[in-house]
Nanobody, 124 residues
């Protein structure tokens, strides 16, 4: 069965960095686009970054552009999110997801499988 397992979250001070990983299994990873989302307490889940199945195309939310970098290693079936210059407003549970739709990267309806999430907390 399809499984997505995130790791790498934690507590970091503002200005610090974290690297999230998402290990995929149970399907052919290298033919699916992938995305990262996040959800802060009391807020809706929001798109953070996306990457095409080849890894050649990426897209970012304006709030993280220039600070975060999404990448993938298709040989290892793993998706990454490098987060630099972290801010307290980046505090959230971060989720990776498999994209099946061909439309908006931003809509959760375009994704069919999700990981369990990893907590990122940025202190000021």
């Amino acid at each position: 069965q399809v499984q997505l397992v995130e790791s790498g979250g934690g507590l970091v001070q503002a200005g610090g960095s974290l690297r999230l990983s998402c290990a995929a299994s149970g399907y052919t990873f290298n033919i699916y686009d992938m995305g990262w989302f996040r959800q802060a307490p009391g807020k809706e889940r929001e798109f953070v970054a996306g990457i095409s199945w080849t890894g050649r195309s990426t897209i970012y939310a304006d709030s993280v552009k220039g600070r975060f970098a999404i990448s993938r290693d298709n040989a290892k079936n793993t998706l990454y999110l490098q987060m630099n210059s972290l801010k307290p407003e980046d505090t959230a549970v971060y989720y990776c997801a498999r994209k099946i739709g061909g439309r908006s990267w931003y809509s959760i309806n375009e994704y069919d499988y999700w990981g369990q999430g990893t907590q990122v907390t940025v202190s000021s």
